[in-house]
């Protein structure tokens, strides 16, 4: 599906797989996760984070790690538990983010990821 790919401050203990890399210009600040915001708050903060950045900047991360990698298509992980509607997390938040600058789709895994259209000639 792709190289596996850390989009945290900290990893999760459960997580068995080898991880390619670390997007650190995507990872929130230890202080926006200890802020224990709402979730419009939260994600007024992060898209902040990411304006500050750049979108170069992260594409040119996000590339890269997939060159570091030998893989074109990065799977970027969080460690949120999502199965609850009411959850949310920060990693669809850079999806919608990174649609609106590139116009270019991050596909979701969800539960049948063999139906997915992975390999779509972009990092994701």
Known sequence: MGTAIRTTA????????QLGGHAKLV??????????LPKDAYEFSYR?????????AIR??????AAANG???LVLLCFDR???????CHRRMLAAYYLEQ?????????DNVF???WDQGGLF
């Open 71 to 73: 893989d074109s298509r």
């Open 48 to 56: 902040r984070m990411l304006n500050d950045t750049g979108i170069e």
């Open 115 to 117: 139906e997915q259209p």
């Open 27 to 36: 990872t929130p600040t230890r202080e926006l996760l200890a802020a224990n």
């Open 10 to 17: 900290g990893g999760a203990r459960w997580f068995s797989h």
């Open 82 to 88: 999502m199965n609850k509607p009411e959850n949310w």
């Open 102 to 110: 590139t116009g270019e789709a991050i596909p979701e895994l969800g």
């Open 60 to 65: 040119a991360e996000l590339a890269r790690l």
